[in-house]
Every structure is written in C-alpha cells, then in structure tokens.
C-alpha cells in the first residue's frame, strides 16, 4: 500500500493527541467496518474552537486522518468545524488508498458527535445543526 509522504508525517507525528481535561465537549464514534473507536475532545470559547484534542485505538490511516482534521478545525468556528468533510481531510493529506478511505470517515464523525456532546450539555438540541451521525451510538437518530 502506498501512502502519501503527508500520511506518513502524520502518523510518524500526530498533532493533538490527547485528552482535555474539563473539555466542553466529548465525542466517541466506532467505525463500523472495523471496529476500531475515536475520541475527540474539544474546548469552545465562544463558538470558536479553542483546543482540540484526540485518542484512537485505530489504524494509522485513522490517525494521519485525526491528527489533520483536529489541525483543520482548531480556531474555526463551529459552523465551520461541522462542514469539515472526510473528503477534503483526504485531499489535504494528499490521497488515501482507496481501501483506507472508511477510516477518514472516523474523524468526521467524532468532531460532530463532539459538538453534539457540547450542544447537549448547555440544554439544546443538537440533531438540528448537526444531523444524525451514523457511526455515534449516542444518538437518538437511528
Ligand atoms: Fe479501522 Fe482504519 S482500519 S479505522
């Protein structure tokens, strides 16, 4: 399998790995292709971003992913945070091989179950400005 030389930085060095204490927001997410779990914690400060943070029990594909997703959205807003697609995770990567590409979809899906948690905790909804998440057990969506 080939890999771009921007996945193997990443997994060599993932940026944000980690937890936050007293985040503002947690979401786990299960790939259900392999199996493998995704923990994305973040800190907002008025509707921005401030810190993110991740841990995975993944394949380096998830990782590489992780680590430029959680880069792409630190000091974006949450709107923005939430148009982040596993797509455009993959192209500033240079590529995954087409067999890895499931794994992209983790990343995604934690950021969103992430600023759901956040949503939950200050008492709204957060089905209407996030949607479903396919891969977070916690929704009440599917
Ligand atoms: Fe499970 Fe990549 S094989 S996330």
Known sequence: MVY??????????PRNV??????DGIGEVGNSKCGDIMKIYIKVDNDII???KFKTFGCGAAIATSSMATEMIKGKSISEAL?????AVMEALDGLPPVKVHCSVLAEQAIKAAV???YKRKGIDPEPIVGCIP???DCACH
């Open 135 to 137: 891969e977070c057990d």
């Open 83 to 87: 148009k982040l697609t596993n797509k």
């Open 18 to 23: 980690g937890e936050i204490e007293n985040a």
């Open 116 to 118: 759901s948690d956040y």
């Open 4 to 13: 771009s030389e921007k996945v193997m930085d990443h997994f060599a060095n």
């Open 50 to 52: 401030s810190d993110v």
